[in-house]
């Protein structure tokens, strides 16, 4: 089980320092230390102490620390004090000793066993299929998480670090005819040029697309990914809504599964909902949403002791996508 329940925006940060930790930094005795350096963490991460604990392990501390020099940063070397919580430099500008927190230089490698089943369990992959999650194919650089359904099928999902820089030897492990010749590739890094194909019928997805950006706690569009396996195009982008309808089938970001609307009413209903939203019109009065359903019906006095559960008689999975969340006003639930 994850040590503690990570927020959207700290899973992703976490996912910058995953790709971070591609290079290795030396300590004062030239060993070279896989991670990223306190400084870095606190410039170009929101994660607090307990999640930097609870997500990732120190293992050691850098030999130089990144300091001011006029209009440039420079490199100094760092040295140990009689204090174990600081270090201590010489400022290249005024050449005196400075102080530095040992937090502040200590390397710190985002746990991947946790990482790892973090997404896991954001795809729902059982525990039976994750057998080789804690054996990287390429050291530090390619894992497979096990296989997840991602539309009708269950589909091979591969997460990557340093995809960019490490691109040929991915794809050329990922050619081995032992392997499934389709797979997902989930990648925190940079997009590729379109002109860099996967190899057989891979597919290549980014994390900071795939997870829902406006879910407080972290959710994977399974919807956007299964596009990306089902299509031959580059650069698909999720949804701009977090809603969408079409072909009678409604699909929120946040819900592994959709919704067909049948019958004559209800899709009228869902379509004006849905059209509205793209309007920026989250949030209807009931009475605007049945005489929508009900266009032959002109008039209140037509429609009157008409509820949404009539519109919906028999149809229980209409609860689990539209929420009632004031007296009279109906939405998209997208929780």
């Keep these: 089980m994850s040590p503690k329940s990570l927020s959207t925006r700290s899973l992703l940060d976490l996912l910058v320092l995953f790709e971070q930790s591609d290079s290795p930094i030396l300590d004062a005795d030239g060993n070279r230390l896989y991670g990223v350096p ?5 410039a170009t991460t929101s994660l607090d102490q307990r999640d930097l604990t609870a997500w990732s392990d120190r293992v050691g501390y850098s030999g130089s620390y990144s300091v001011p020099h006029g209009d440039e940063r420079t490199h100094v070397d760092l040295q140990e004090t009689e204090d174990p919580n600081f270090y201590s430099y010489r400022c290249p500008e005024t050449f005196r000793m400075k102080r530095v927190g040992a937090d502040a230089v200590a390397v710190f490698d985002v746990n991947t066993n946790r990482l790892l089943n973090e997404l896991a369990d954001l795809l729902n992959i059982a525990q039976v299929l994750r057998a080789r999650i804690q054996k990287p194919r390429i050291e530090r650089k390619l894992w497979n998480l096990g296989d997840a359904r991602i539309g009708p099928a269950l589909t091979p999902v591969w997460l990557v670090r340093g995809l960019s820089a490490h691109v040929d030897e991915v794809y050329q492990s990922l050619l081995d005819t032992r392997l499934p ?3 997902l590739i989930l990648s925190a890094g940079h997009d590729l040029p379109p002109t860099v194909r996967p190899p057989r019928h891979y597919r290549v997805a980014y994390l900071r697309d795939a997870l829902v950006d406006y879910s407080p706690m972290p959710r994977l569009d399974v919807h956007y990914l299964e596009r990306i396996l089902t299509s031959n195009e580059d650069g698909i982008k999720p949804s701009a809504l977090p809603v969408e309808f079409a072909n009678g089938v409604l699909r929120i970001r946040t819900k592994t599964d959709t919704w067909t609307v049948k019958g004559e009413h209800q899709p009228l209903a869902v379509a004006y909902m849905y059209e509205q939203a793209r309007q920026g019109r989250w949030e209807l009065d009931a009475s605007e949403i049945l005489a929508a359903a009900y266009p032959a019906r002109r008039t209140e006095e037509d429609r009157k ?6 519109l919906f008689k028999g149809n229980d999975k209409w609860r689990e ?4 969340p ?5 939405a998209f639930n997208l929780s």
Excluded: P, S
């Excluded at 306190?38 to 606190?42: E, H, L």
């Excluded at 002791?305 to 009539?310: I, V």
């Design 38 to 42: 306190g400084w870095t963490v606190a």
């Design 305 to 310: 002791g008409l509820k949404m559960q009539d």
């Design 321 to 324: 996508f539209i929420a009632n």
């Design 326 to 330: 004031t007296k009279g006003k109906y």
């Design 181 to 183: 010749d389709q797979g």
